[in-house]
């Protein structure tokens, strides 16, 4: 047990604390990583005032009412809108759009604090014309001291405190650095006590960097109620919000939008953002995948060609690299092209990343096309699952999916239609 005021060394590379300071983290060994921190005497105070304390009929949930967000989408990721006094963890890579969307949401007519510890209160301001925001109630401040901003709070009950972002944010008694794993750990926790003190949503943005010099939001993904992240590609103007955790409501959720000059726009035809600018060439195919509860269809593009060097390269985007080298494998096999002297790149247009073995038949119809040099029908629709002996199976809401596909106007190809992969082309090319 920790003394009150007492110092202690917390590791920035991994988190793991030690009562005494040493050059090297006995748990990930990284060098030099130990900053000394106070914990502080409030945490320690361990007396039954620390817990709340109700009899079951005595817990009133009038107060649980949903606010409604505003963007629809986000709403159907939330599970209805934001619940009070709950906290949501918004992740996503720097430059994917979190501060837009954020911003977006200041248009509701509730009583808001945007808080950033990035950009300054002009920044902000530019940003929130641009975007049209308009909220005579909408507070903006700049700076990252989290103590400062529960002082703020506690004058003028806000609904909605956005923090942008818990990288940047700061609590000024403990002696290391914003964006350290003890500053990030330590706000995200005083985040999520000051939300359900005040009642408040709070809304915190997570940058999720690839390498790991910042602490990222996994750290704090336990401690809160919502964790949603925003992803898409820089290169496109497909976003997706995809929820992972949700104390309530279902993560079978996701919520499209696309980046435009009026900030994230939400697509309310999928179809039509990921489909509108496809021509039918060889080595382009329509796929039915599932986000959510939701059946989109997406352009998966293949071009193969003869390799240059001795060792075939595979290269993919939005697509797990190691089922297309299987899926290679599998053609080769059962159809006898020979994919070993040949460079397959393949993309899943619009951003999206595929998961789902599902678009399995899609990618082999792709490569296919592409070594043969010949389009399919404008109208086909692949849907399905491939197995190593270039068995075509059946995927998870086929049924659904296969009828969605003919009320827009698709030929649907799935396992009720070919059993083996070689069928495809003999069949439909
Ligand atoms: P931003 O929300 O600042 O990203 P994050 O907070 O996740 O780091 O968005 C960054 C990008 O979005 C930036 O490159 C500009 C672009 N953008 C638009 O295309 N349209 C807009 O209306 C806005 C506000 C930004
Ligand atoms: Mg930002």
Same mark, same amino acid.
């Given at each position: 047990?920790?003394?009150?005021?007492?110092?202690?060394?917390?590791?920035?590379?991994?988190?793991?604390?030690?009562?005494?300071?040493?050059?090297?983290?006995?748990?990930?060994?990284?060098?030099?990583?130990?900053?000394?921190?106070?914990?502080?005497? =409030?945490?320690?105070?361990?007396?039954? =005032?620390?817990?709340?304390?109700?009899?079951?009929?005595?817990?009133?949930?009038?107060?649980?009412?949903?606010?409604?967000?505003?963007?629809? @989408?986000?709403?159907?990721?939330?599970?209805? *809108?934001?619940?009070?006094?709950?906290?949501?963890?918004?992740?996503?890579?720097?430059?994917?759009?979190?501060?837009?969307?954020?911003?977006?949401?200041?248009?509701?007519?509730?009583?808001?604090?945007?808080?950033?510890?990035?950009?300054?209160?002009?920044?902000?301001?530019?940003?929130?014309?641009?975007?049209?925001?308009?909220?005579?109630?909408?507070?903006?401040?700049?700076?990252?001291?989290?103590?400062?901003?529960?002082?703020?709070?506690?004058?003028?009950?806000?609904?909605?405190?956005?923090?942008?972002?818990?990288?940047?944010?700061?609590?000024?008694?403990?002696?290391?650095?914003?964006?350290?794993?003890?500053?990030?750990?330590?706000? *995200?926790?005083?985040?999520?006590?000051?939300?359900?003190?005040?009642?408040?949503?709070?809304?915190?943005?997570?940058?999720?960097?690839?390498?790991?010099?910042?602490?990222?939001?996994?750290?704090?993904?336990?401690?809160?109620?919502?964790?949603?992240?925003?992803?898409?590609?820089?290169?496109?103007?497909?976003?997706?919000?995809?929820?992972?955790?949700?104390?309530?409501?279902?993560?079978?959720?996701?919520?499209?939008?696309?980046?435009? *000059?009026?900030?994230?726009?939400?697509?309310?035809?999928?179809?039509?953002?990921?489909?509108?600018?496809?021509?039918?060439?060889?080595?382009?195919?329509?796929?039915?995948?599932? =986000?959510?509860?939701?059946?989109?269809?997406?352009?998966?593009?293949?071009?193969?060609?003869?390799?240059?060097?001795?060792?075939?390269?595979?290269?993919?985007?939005?697509?797990?690299?190691?089922?297309?080298?299987?899926?290679?494998?599998?053609?080769?096999?059962?159809?006898?092209?020979?994919?070993?002297?040949?460079?397959?790149?393949?993309?899943?247009? *619009?951003?999206?990343?595929?998961? =789902?073995?599902?678009?399995?038949?899609?990618?082999?119809?792709?490569?296919?096309?592409?070594?043969?040099?010949?389009?399919?029908?404008?109208?086909?629709?692949?849907?399905?699952?491939?197995?190593?002996?270039?068995?075509?199976?059946?995927?998870?809401?086929?049924?659904?999916?296969?009828? @969605?596909?003919?009320?827009?106007?698709?030929?649907?190809?799935?396992?009720?239609?070919?059993?083996?992969?070689?069928?495809?082309?003999?069949?439909?090319?």
């Amino acid at each position: 047990m920790k003394q009150k005021n007492q110092k202690i060394y917390v590791c920035d590379n991994c988190g793991e604390e030690s009562l005494s300071w040493a050059g090297k983290c006995s748990y990930c060994n990284s060098w030099n990583s130990l900053k000394e921190i106070f914990v502080s005497s =409030e945490e320690q105070k361990s007396n039954v =005032e620390n817990l709340e304390y109700k009899k079951i009929s005595d817990i009133d949930l009038t107060n649980n009412i949903r606010i409604d967000s505003g963007i629809s @989408e986000l709403n159907g990721v939330l599970g209805g *809108g934001f619940v009070r006094g709950s906290v949501i963890l918004l992740g996503g890579e720097p430059g994917i759009g979190k501060s837009t969307i954020t911003s977006q949401i200041c248009n509701l007519p509730k009583k808001i604090l945007f808080l950033s510890a990035e950009e300054s209160l002009p920044q902000i301001k530019d940003r929130l014309i641009r975007l049209k925001i308009d909220n005579k109630n909408l507070d903006l401040a700049s700076g990252g001291d989290l103590l400062a901003l529960e002082k703020k709070v506690q004058k003028e009950r806000y609904d909605l405190v956005i923090v942008d972002s818990i990288q940047t944010v700061y609590i000024s008694d403990l002696n290391t650095s914003a964006g350290s794993i003890s500053q990030v750990k330590e706000s *995200g926790l005083f985040l999520q006590k000051m939300a359900k003190k005040y009642d408040i949503v709070t809304l915190i943005i997570g940058h999720v960097t690839k390498d790991g010099t910042i602490a990222g939001p996994k750290i704090i993904e336990h401690l809160v109620d919502v964790v949603l992240y925003l992803e898409g590609d820089k290169n496109h103007q497909g976003r997706v919000i995809r929820g992972i955790k949700n104390r309530f409501g279902s993560t079978n959720e996701i919520g499209l939008f696309m980046m435009t *000059g009026e900030g994230l726009q939400e697509v309310s035809n999928p179809s039509e953002m990921f489909l509108s600018q496809r021509q039918n060439k060889a080595g382009s195919v329509i796929c039915s995948v599932v =986000e959510g509860k939701r059946i989109l269809f997406i352009e998966i593009q293949a071009i193969t060609v003869i390799t240059k060097y001795g060792y075939a390269k595979r290269t993919c985007s939005g697509y797990d690299l190691n089922r297309l080298s299987l899926l290679a494998a599998v053609i080769q096999k059962n159809i006898g092209i020979d994919l070993s002297s040949c460079d397959i790149y393949l993309n899943v247009v *619009g951003g999206i990343k595929i998961k =789902e073995p599902a678009a399995d038949l899609a990618v082999c119809a792709a490569i296919i096309s592409s070594y043969k040099n010949k389009p399919y029908n404008d109208q086909a629709c692949f849907l399905g699952e491939v197995g190593l002996m270039g068995e075509v199976r059946r995927v998870i809401l086929q049924k659904e999916r296969i009828s @969605e596909s003919k009320k827009i106007g698709y030929q649907p190809i799935s396992s009720e239609h070919i059993k083996e992969i070689r069928e495809i082309s003999n069949k439909y090319l």
